[in-house]
């Protein structure tokens, strides 16, 4: 069984050797697909592999995949980032599943931590993800009377760990692409629009927020949404309302959320509202909402540790310094501000 190592890159100078010196002994081929670089990483590229191809870059990072993925000519691919570390533990359980892979598995998910060091789109340090693939699949008759083609992808879950460390946040390329896409009248997949809603409310600016509105508001009154899209949609629309200073829309998007089961997110702007009123006991209504009766739907934070400190700070603007360091202590590092 032979394997590929796909890379696309562009200006990884600083991390892309570090990424490819992980898969000597391990692969048979390794394949680097420049997007564009204006540094030094084609030269670095080609001191590992003669396969190194320019690519225009099309703001789709599916495309280029795709593209990486065709000039492979091993029967597994290997999925790699240039920002990507495999530790010298985990190359030997890599070589040893390698040496040991099952004839029928499909694609191998590992473990992929360290995701909110520099992550955007990440509640939690460690997921599965598919980072080995079977290049060419063959299709086989099943059942013995009303055969029909297996189409079943056979996944293997595996213990090896790939640990993600980039040299800084990418989320203002994925907003650029974001915005370019997402446009009213254009629906992102389910997927895409709560990844977007998820990065804006774990990495985005001020800028980022109001770059979205438009396409957020859309969802929420266009037909044909579900109602985790809504929901989501809400908690975007309702913070975009508040940077904008809209009292009108911040409430009309809120509302239509807090009943029943609040989100976190929106119940933490409503906070941030009356706090930025000088309200503070409604301030401190919205937080505790956030922190003891609300369900997250984007950033775990929104329901830990921001409400908690900013509760906290509302306590101690109105004089109970106990209940301030109760939730202070709750809150952890965490401060009003990040």
Known sequence: MTVSACLIVKNEEAVLAR???CFKGLVDEIVVVDTGSADNTKNIA?????KVFDY?????FSAARNFAFSKCTMDYIYSADADEVIDDENQRKLKALLAALPDDVDVVQMHYTNQ??????YNFDTEYRPKLFRRLRPFRWIDPVHETVDTQVRVLNSDIAIIHRPAARHSKRDFSIFRRVAQPGAALSPRLHRLYAQELFLSGDEEDFLGAYDYFEWTLHEEGFGADTVRQSQCVAAKCCFLKKDDG???KAALKNVVGKPSAEVSCVLGDHYFDQNDYEEAATWYYTA???AECELSARAGGAEPLAKLSECYRLMGFQEDAEKYKKLAGDWSPGQ
């Open 46 to 50: 080609l001191g590992f592999t003669d």
């Open 19 to 21: 990424a490819i010196d």
């Open 56 to 60: 225009a870059w099309h703001d789709d």
């Open 291 to 293: 922190a003891f009766g």
């Open 116 to 121: 909110t060091d520099n992550g955007s789109v």
């Open 249 to 251: 829309g911040l409430f």
